[in-house]
């Protein structure tokens, strides 16, 4: 049977969520992304674009989330979601240990009193926690694993199935220890989603941040082969009209690069 192999963004700012009628366009909801591939439902972070999922393009009972790292801005979504108030759901969630805490420990320090009422055995649906191994299998799609650049940690992903690939590498500091490594792993990749948070400009101030700037991110999709590439992880105070100017100076240099923006769909 043949499957559609589609990305859509859920949520594409990066830091915390923004509104009002500057950020219309773009959006503001934070990291999370949907693949459907080889039949399989994914999810790539539970920011607060989580919470918008729309129950109807989840199929199956089955969904799986791999969390990058537990920064609030990629777990806000998760206690809100939709499909987890269904009590045939299954959520399995796949998250690396950090500092000594495991992935449920991780997202329980969020989803508990005094920062949320309930755990996550109130919600109707199961979710069950697993450690992040360097790869693994979903049914057809098979997941690849590094680790990035970035204050605390955080997981860069290759996810593969039905002859497509993407990848992710958001809050990851392109040092040049690991752009070589990074390089060879979105090696002609079909989707780089990559963070580009910041200008060249605001870079000098920023870079202990643990992100990049846009050209940078533009540069490794190119240098990677990527046949497309979309910028995430804008920063909340970025508005849409300084969005469309950097992403017309990006795809002057690199037309196969644009910013992404919320429910944008991407054919693979
Ligand atoms: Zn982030
Ligand atoms: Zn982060």
């Given at each position: 049977m043949e499957h559609k192999s589609t990305v859509t963004l859920?949520?594409?700012?990066?830091?915390?969520p923004c509104s009002g009628k500057e950020y219309l366009r773009y959006g503001g909801r934070t990291s999370c992304i949907l693949v459907q591939l080889a039949g399989e439902t994914l999810?790539?972070?539970?920011?607060?674009?989580?919470?918008?999922?729309?129950?109807?393009?989840?199929?199956?009972?089955?969904?799986?989330?791999?969390?990058?790292?537990?920064?609030?801005?990629?777990?806000?979504?998760?206690?809100?979601?939709?499909?987890?108030?269904?009590?045939?759901?299954?959520?399995?969630?796949?998250?690396?240990?950090?500092?000594?805490r495991s992935g449920e420990q991780q997202v329980r320090a969020l989803m508990q009193p005094p920062l949320w009422p309930v755990g996550?055995?109130?919600?109707?649906?199961?979710?069950?926690f697993h450690e992040l191994p360097a790869s693994l299998d979903i049914g057809a799609v098979h997941v690849d694993t590094m680790p990035g650049v970035h204050p605390g940690g955080v997981t860069v992903y290759r996810v593969s199935g039905a002859g497509k690939s993407v990848v992710l590498a958001t809050d990851c500091t392109f040092t040049e220890d690991l752009l070589p490594i990074l390089r060879e792993?979105?090696?002609?990749?079909d989707l780089l989603l990559c963070d580009g948070q910041y200008s060249e400009e605001e870079w000098a101030s920023r870079s202990s941040f643990g992100h990049n700037t846009w050209f940078a991110a533009a540069k490794l999709g190119q240098d990677c082969g990527a046949k497309q590439v979309r910028i995430i992880h804008h920063a909340p105070d970025r508005t849409d009209d300084e969005l469309d100017a950097a992403a017309n100076v990006v795809s002057a240099r690199c037309p196969n690069c644009r910013f992404g923006y919320d429910e944008e769909v991407i054919l693979l």
């Open positions: 859920l949520g594409t700012r990066g830091s915390m999810l790539l972070d539970g920011g607060s674009g989580m919470a918008f999922l729309k129950p109807k393009s989840v199929p199956s009972r089955r969904l799986t989330l791999l969390l990058t790292h537990a920064h609030v801005d990629h777990l806000l979504g998760l206690p809100m979601c939709p499909l987890l108030t269904e009590k045939d759901m299954i959520l399995d969630l796949y998250a690396a240990t950090r500092d000594g996550p055995e109130a919600l109707p649906a199961a979710i069950r792993f979105a090696k002609d990749c």
